[in-house]
T-cell receptor, first 115, second 116 residues
Framework: DAMVIQNPRYQVTQFGKPVTLSCSQT?????MYWYQQKSSQAPKLLFH???????NEADTPDNFQSRRPNTSFCFLDIRSPGLGDAAMYLC??????????????FGPGTRLLVL | AQKVTQAQTEISVVEKEDVTLDCVYE???????LFWYKQPPSGELVFLIR??????QNEISGRYSWNFQKSTSSFNFTITASQVVDSAVYFC?????????????FGTGTQLKVEL
């Protein structure tokens, strides 16, 4: 089945130690998104890739970076995690479309714990 | 500015009861799309439905139904004969048109608890 895969499902890191979360997809979608979701809150968009074009949200901290080496993979790098970065990180994909019509399909998420 | 309001923070029902989750949105766009997602305790956001602003027909899928009323800017979601497996957080979302992809404005979610 076509899907969005995130690894690992749980990640523990130390304060200030760089960490990378990965996302892959078999849907062959052009667009990939990264969201941060803290407890009892709605998902918050960090950035997205439209093909190779990177689109950062204005309020995304510089501490968060992303890479998309090919259509299938996208990575989220947190350069110096702080305690406030502990959250669920969700990856989503969508096809190219018009007028905001594209449905986003989400992966299972990676729950990040910062010690 | 776009906004989605889910006024019900938490709803508890007994199994087999019907339950309606409310969603009210604000947008200046004439063309837009609305979505509902389910987030079970495992964390994955599961797509349930997409509706465009020109299609006000109600939709039914099994025990799920959606009522879209443009006049009141509402897109409500009803679960008939609820089951324990329906327990989850449900998010309503509104799309924003961008140069690439689309951006979703989520509501704050409604936690649904279905008890035996």
């Amino acid at each position: 089945d076509a899907m969005v895969i995130q690894n690992p499902r749980y990640q523990v890191t130390q304060f200030g130690k760089p960490v990378t979360l990965s996302c892959s997809q078999t849907l062959n979608h052009n667009v990939m998104y990264w969201y941060q979701q803290k407890s009892s809150q709605a998902p918050k968009l960090l950035f997205h890739y439209y093909d190779k074009d990177f689109n950062n949200e204005a309020d995304t901290p510089d501490n968060f970076q992303s890479r998309r080496p090919n259509t299938s993979f996208c990575f989220l790098d947190i350069r110096s995690p702080g305690l406030g970065d502990a959250a669920m990180y969700l990856c989503a994909t969508s096809s190219r479309g018009i007028g905001g019509s594209q449905t986003q399909y989400f992966g299972p998420g990676t729950r990040l714990l910062v010690l | 500015a776009q906004k989605v309001t889910q006024a019900q923070t938490e709803i508890s029902v007994v199994e087999k009861e019907d339950v309606t989750l409310d969603c009210v949105y604000e947008t200046r766009d004439t063309t837009y799309y609305l979505f509902w997602y389910k987030q079970p305790p495992s964390g994955e956001l599961v797509f349930l439905i997409r509706r465009n602003s020109f299609d006000e027909q109600n939709e039914i899928s099994g025990r799920y139904s959606w009522n879209f009323q443009k006049s009141t800017s509402s897109f409500n979601f009803t679960i008939t004969a609820s089951q324990v497996v329906d327990s989850a957080v449900y998010f309503c979302a509104l799309s924003r048109i961008t140069g690439g992809g689309n951006k979703l404005t989520f509501g704050t979610g409604t936690q649904l608890k279905v008890e035996l």
